[in-house]
């Protein structure tokens, strides 16, 4: 996998993640760096980038229907009431990463998105950073930056779990935040500067 823009046999420039296999390619052309704005998608865009900690995207990405059938869509109000039984069941789905915390702060997630006094997609946009210009190359992106440590420090002191920095910035991109499609790159939203 490269790191750089690619240009695909159907001659779009794209990020060189976003190339192959075809998983990495939908997602990288129809959602990664879109807006999202709705609470449940937000959710489950928080949910996923917690259990794709430590693995591959494209383990989650082969797994996000059954993810969302075992979560039942990943509703919070749902979640919220769920405990050790669901727990329990979740732990022997093969068909998503069994992960007991990574379950367990699903599911406790959804108790503190259900508790916030505000709505998540507002919580979460308010972190979101000043426009920038697109990145020439991946090796200029960080891992970090200090919205998304603020927003992992907000969403912790709310209840949330498997929220760190790295996790927030990662969620930040995926959910339109910020554009971190490379200079050049067919989806890009922003103009190149």
């Given at each position: 996998?490269t790191s750089e823009?690619?240009?695909g046999a159907?001659?779009?420039a794209?990020c ?18 879109h807006?999202v704005?709705d609470d449940?998608?937000l959710?489950e865009k928080?949910c996923?980038?917690g ?11 082969r ?5 969302r059938?075992?979560?039942?869509g990943?509703?919070?109000?749902v ?5 050790q039984?669901e727990e329990a069941?979740l732990?022997?789905?093969a ?11 699903t599911i406790?997630?959804?108790r503190?998105?259900?508790?916030l006094d505000?709505?998540l997609?507002e ?18 992106l ?5 919205e ?7 969403l ?7 929220v760190?920095?790295?996790t927030c910035?990662a969620l930040?991109?995926?959910?339109g ?9 067919h ?7």
């Amino acid at each position: 996998m490269t790191s750089e823009l690619v240009t695909g046999a159907d001659g779009l420039a794209r990020c060189g993640w976003g190339a192959a296999p075809p998983e990495y390619r939908d997602y990288h052309d129809t959602e990664w760096g879109h807006p999202v704005r709705d609470d449940v998608a937000l959710f489950e865009k928080l949910c996923l980038e917690g259990f794709q900690s430590g693995l591959s995207w494209l383990v989650i990405l082969r797994k996000r229907e059954s993810f969302r059938r075992a979560f039942a869509g990943f509703d919070p109000q749902v979640l919220a009431g769920w405990g050790q039984r669901e727990e329990a069941r979740l732990l022997a789905d093969a068909g998503i990463v069994r992960n007991r915390a990574k379950i367990a702060a699903t599911i406790r997630n959804a108790r503190a998105m259900v508790a916030l006094d505000q709505p998540l997609g507002e919580l979460l946009w308010s972190f979101a950073p000043r426009v920038r210009p697109r990145p020439a190359a991946f090796a200029e992106l960080p891992a970090t930056t200090p919205e998304s440590k603020a927003m992992a420090k907000a969403l912790k002191a709310r209840g949330f779990t498997f929220v760190g920095p790295t996790t927030c910035y990662a969620l930040m991109q995926a959910v339109g935040m910020v554009d971190d499609h490379l200079a050049g790159c067919h989806t890009a939203r922003l103009p190149a500067q």
